[in-house]
């Protein structure tokens, strides 16, 4: 939570309703995967660990650049680091303490190794897709329209499969909660 907090307080676009539970959701994750592997329990931490690779498709779906969750992995890094680095601090007996922050040091960093790795592979793969598919022709054309700039009506129309020589009443439509941003599930509520 407090990675999650310093993240979405740091990094404002990242703090919108379904990123923000992305977020909050890869941290938590992360914390529990770094835990595990810093007692022993796990030699591959993230291996069953989805959650940590569902934030960038959602931060490519809305537009979000890729610095800004790298940046979040490193503000991440630095919270994890400050608290485990100050329970050893409090906890671990002076003769041991500069072993166990070693240990805690060279852990966080590959960590950080593995989260950066994935993340970025899985934002290209999610971005790849976005450009292919028809929703980034229909979110440029809506772009275009809204920017004023000339695109041939019938082409537009094509594009986003609605009549715009007509009358037209706006509907804005988003997901709530925790559920991730479902392009098919957000064209059914609106149909």
Not at 27 to 50: I, S
Not at 162 to 180: E, F, K, Q
Request: charged share 20%; glycine share 6%.
């Amino acid at each position: 939570a407090t990675m999650a907090d310093r993240i979405i307080s740091a990094i404002p676009e990242l703090a919108a309703d379904a990123v923000a539970v992305e977020v909050r959701r890869g941290c938590e994750a992360v914390a529990l995967g770094a835990l595990a592997a810093l007692v022993g329990d796990t030699d591959e931490p993230f291996g069953a660990m989805p959650e940590v690779l569902t934030g960038p498709a959602e931060v490519v779906a809305r537009g979000i650049g890729i610095e800004h969750m790298l940046r979040s992995i490193h503000l991440a890094h630095a919270t994890a680091t400050e608290v485990l680095l100050d329970a050893a601090a409090r906890v671990i007996p002076a003769s041991q303490r500069f072993g166990e922050m070693r240990h805690i040091s060279e852990l966080l960093f590959g960590v950080v190794e593995v989260v950066n790795e994935r993340m970025s592979s899985e934002y290209a793969r999610a971005h790849e897709a976005w450009l292919t598919s028809s929703t980034a022709l229909r979110m440029e054309t809506v772009e275009n329209i809204l920017s004023g700039n000339d695109i041939p009506l019938a082409r537009a129309s094509r594009a986003l499969g609605y009549d715009l020589s007509r009358w037209h009443l706006a509907v804005i439509v988003w997901t709530g909660g925790r559920t991730p941003a479902d392009p098919t599930q957000l064209q059914r509520a609106a149909d």
